[in-house]
């Protein structure tokens, strides 16, 4: 259409549109597929010297980084070919050994095949990169899942974990010691009857008012690989499990349900987008409500998994959808069945109804502020908020800087 190559559309290069589209459609049959509107790798592309295999374009670093993270699998696909392969192979080896292995299961085998044959050319293992074959669990063939993300620590270094029952005020009334037979708390739902659920490295247990342990079962059998508590949220009826995979913005989780004595365990709900295996749940009307954050949406369920809708965007500069690069990252049930939303990266929490009709900000807390994917939202994408009965306080959980932040309104 720019055929002049200004970089502008003028008002008579949008006239002689049709008949430009018209040259494009190389087969003639009236309509432009993917092919025919892909650019050309014509005189922008790089000169290729003889035997260089490595075609196609340089493209700004962010732009890979957001297609890889973000992407649909027919966009990355486009990424791989108009992408010069060395810039493609070298920006996968940034991403997790599981990350890679469903980019590489996104792309047609012509373009697995390319790039395979590339491998040896740049490089293969970078300096100290692990084979694919040392480490993880005896018969898992090497790291599928990686480590436990920001668990992984307490494989090298002793902690000691347990269960704290605060109150408003912030002292510590009562903590419960857990043992390292598991589990290590990583998710906490607490029932009006007193059973507290607790899910982490591999376990998932019940307890009573009391502390003690009533149930627990290895969620590591269940799922058959390193499994990774992602969400939780208990009903009147189930327990629902987000089981995590991968520690990067591409990063999936299937989701269980069991009975309330953790037996009848059922997967339900296969791959939803949890940033870094963190994805709420909440159970409301009868519906399942999964915060997918890596899409900016909040898909809706019924209780046996079928989908029944979803709602959210990005919206870095609007107020009613979701900014940063993976919310909304936690939500909670208010009074009035009000659906309450955090965001990380601004600290935001908003108000929705559960159709996703926007009601409304509550407020801001302090925290690590960041606008796309990185290290550092890997390590800050997850804040966790409980509503009171009322509503009078909103408690937001900074978890890289130790904190419980506290909403409320305003004195006048």
Known sequence: LDANGDGEISTEEIEKAEEALAKVDKNGDGKLSGDEVRPSRGGSQRERRPGD??????????????????????DIA????????????????EMSSDDRRK??????????????????????????ERSRSSGGRAGGGGERRGNRGPLAIDDLYEHTYG????????????????????????????????????????KIASYDKSGKRLAMIDIDKLSRENALAAGMF?????????????????????????????TGAKKIIEQQY??????DLQVMNGELLIAENSRHRVNRFDLDGKPLGKWGKRDRTGIEGFAACCNPVNI??????????????????????PEGEYLGVVGYVETTEFDRGSRLAAQTCYIPIEVNMDASRVYVMDVRANLIRVLAPRKK
């Open 332 to 353: 909670d049930i208010g009074p009035d069945n009000v659906l309450y939303t955090a965001e990380s990266g601004i600290g935001r929490i908003k108000k929705y109804t």
């Open 103 to 128: 980019v590489m299961s996104a792309l047609p085998g012509e373009i697995r095949s390319r790039l395979g044959r590339l491998r040896g050319q740049f490089g293969g293992r970078r300096p100290g």
């Open 78 to 93: 486009d990424l791989a070919r108009e992408a010069s392969s060395r810039q493609f192979m070298e920006a996968l080896r």
């Open 53 to 74: 295999q490595a075609q196609g374009t340089e493209k700004p670093g962010d732009e890979v980084a957001r297609i890889l993270e973000f992407g649909s699998d027919e």
């Open 163 to 202: 269960v704290r029952v605060i109150s408003p005020d912030g002292s510590v009334k009562v903590e419960w010691p857990m043992p390292d037979s598991g589990p290590h708390p990583k998710m906490i739902h607490a029932c009006d009857d007193g059973t507290v659920y607790v899910a982490g490295h591999g």
């Open 234 to 262: 208990v009903s009147d009826k189930h327990v629902f499990l987000a089981v995590g995979m991968g520690n990067s913005m591409r990063a999936t989780e299937d989701i269980y349900r069991f009975n309330l004595d953790l």
């Open 274 to 279: 949890g940033c870094c295996s963190h994805i």
